[in-house]
């Protein structure tokens, strides 16, 4: 937690705004989502595990972090902007059925070695990379 916490305050303060006990709340239940989640469903836990937050205070504290490079903004459909906490992570790319919104994380390897080559190409430094392949789940598919 430290380190993100000091990348976050140092953050703030290069932007004048102070690093308050409802952010650090914010970060900290972030850290234990551990997943892709939603701002509305952060806050509804953050509310049900009794912290007093509100959704402007959530919103505009995801844009903070995102602009310090914790996290960043994972679209998975057009109703809700789902978030993943990437500092310090290796990238996590995913495979959405685009009837459900079910979503499942994959791996590969090969598709980090496309992103470096690529970057190589062209003279860059990759630093990240998030890919997401949209579909139709199986369960979900409609007979001949």
């Known amino acids: 937690?430290?380190?993100l916490c000091a990348i976050f305050r140092r953050h703030l303060k290069e932007q004048n705004l102070k690093y308050?006990?409802?952010r650090a709340d914010i970060l900290?239940?972030?850290?234990e989502a551990d997943d892709v989640f939603e701002a509305d469903s952060l806050m509804q836990r953050m509310q049900d595990d009794g912290q007093r937050v509100s959704k402007a205070t959530v919103y505009r504290t995801l844009k903070l972090l995102q602009e310090a490079g914790i996290i960043n903004q994972a679209l998975f459909d057009a109703k809700q902007s789902h978030y993943q906490l990437?500092?310090?992570r290796q990238p996590s790319d995913y495979m959405v059925c685009v009837q459900t919104g079910k979503y499942i994380r994959i791996s590969s390897d090969e598709l980090i070695e496309i992103r470096?080559?690529?970057c190589r190409e062209y003279g860059w430094e990759p630093v990240g990379h998030r890919f997401q392949v949209y579909g139709i789940a199986p369960d979900q598919s409609k007979p001949d």
């Open 28 to 31: 900290n239940a972030i850290l």
């Open 116 to 118: 470096n080559r690529i």
């Open 20 to 22: 308050t006990p409802e």
């Open 1 to 3: 937690m430290a380190p």
């Open 86 to 88: 990437v500092y310090g």
